[in-house]
């Protein structure tokens, strides 16, 4: 994973930018430094130390690191040097006025989203999306963003009133991030609970995610972790926009 792209940053730049990197995972409950010394098969006090300045990690465990958090050198580049990467087909892309609406199953485990996998499309407002910030995990760089799901009165009962039965969640699913995305008011997420879709306010601490409804009659939630799972990929994605039909 080391690769040529090293020269351009030096060896003490490059830790650096990983350091600051998986702090701010850390800060925005996405990582622990627990659970990232689990997943890089590396003992706690090397994280630690590595996390606190006091010593640098070795190229291999810099490998095992990166390979855990599905990090690449080039996602350590300075901004500038990334923008001059990017093509005019990738700045001008438009994002689309219809998304299809589809299974759980496909929204949980399908990249791409299959002809053959589309309910059909549904129609949103012109330029609804438009504006809207991606934070995704770079498992998720080509993942295909938007996506529509029916929720059921099961589904949509610990929500109330800000999900009803039947109504269409809208999903963006290059956010998989725990930071707000509109602070304080909390992010509501689909959720892959054991390949079933759930809809809840989501946190992280150590080994579980917190799922909390709205509807305060239902109770919270414990989604728990093996070892080596990285916590934002049970978030299929962001709702970002309920439309719901007469």
Not at 11 to 30: F, N, T, Y
Not at 92 to 118: C, D, E, F, Q, R
Request: with cysteine; charged share 20%; proline share 7%.
């Amino acid at each position: 994973m080391l690769s040529d792209n090293i020269p351009q940053m030096n060896a003490s730049q490059l830790h650096e930018r990983l350091r600051v990197e998986i702090v701010r995972r850390i800060d925005r409950g996405m990582l622990t430094g627990m659970l990232l010394a689990k997943q890089a098969g590396v003992q706690p006090s090397h994280i630690s130390n590595f996390l606190h300045r006091k010593r640098q990690l070795s190229l291999s465990t810099m490998d095992r690191v990166l390979a855990a958090q599905s990090i690449s050198v080039e996602d350590l580049l300075p901004t500038e040097k990334l923008r001059g990467k990017a093509t005019d087909t990738e700045t001008k892309t438009p994002l689309p006025t219809t998304v299809p609406l589809v299974s759980g199953t496909t929204a949980i485990y399908s990249p791409s989203i299959p002809a053959n996998a589309v309910l059909e499309m549904i129609h949103l407002p012109h330029g609804s999306l438009e504006e809207l910030r991606p934070r995704r995990t770079v498992s998720r760089r080509d993942w295909q963003r938007f996506l529509a799901l029916r929720t059921t009165a099961e589904q949509a009962a610990p929500m109330i009133p800000i999900l009803r039965s039947r109504s269409i969640t809208v999903v963006d699913r290059h956010y998989n991030s725990f930071a707000p995305y509109r602070a304080p008011a909390p992010n509501l997420y689909a959720v892959n609970a054991g390949g079933a879709v759930l809809f809840r306010y989501v946190t992280f601490d150590a080994d579980s995610l917190i799922l909390r409804p709205h509807n305060l009659e239902y109770a919270v939630d414990l989604l728990r972790m093996n070892t080596g799972d990285s916590p934002s990929e049970f978030l299929i994605g962001r709702v970002c926009m309920t439309l719901v039909e007469p």
